[in-house]
């Protein structure tokens, strides 16, 4: 988004339970209420988990925590 909003509080909301700001101003690694669109193209340009996932993530990183994002194809179901 181009205007700044506010997401209401909570582990229903958008983002889920857990929000975690990456560099990029908007994009983050977050939860969400719906585990079943996991795996789906329905972001927009953040990383999706489900709220547990998310919240142990967040458990193991702090502030200051370097991301690499990796361009890599998947074959016959296995990452390369």
């Not at 700044?4 to 339970?17: C, D, L, M, Q, W």
């Not at 209420?33 to 953040?46: A, E, M, N, R, V």
């Not at 999706?48 to 702090?62: F, I, P, Q, S, Y």
Request: aromatic content about 8%; glycine content about 12%.
């Amino acid at each position: 988004t181009k205007h700044p909003f506010t997401i209401a509080k909570g582990p229903n909301n958008p983002v889920g339970s857990v929000w975690i700001d990456l560099s990029i101003e908007s994009y983050g690694i977050h939860g969400t209420p719906d585990p079943g669109k996991i795996g789906t193209t329905f972001s927009h340009g953040c990383i999706r988990m489900t709220n547990w996932d998310a919240e142990d993530l967040a458990g193991m990183v702090k502030p200051g925590t370097k991301v690499d994002f990796k361009d890599e194809t998947a074959q016959d179901g296995q990452a390369q």
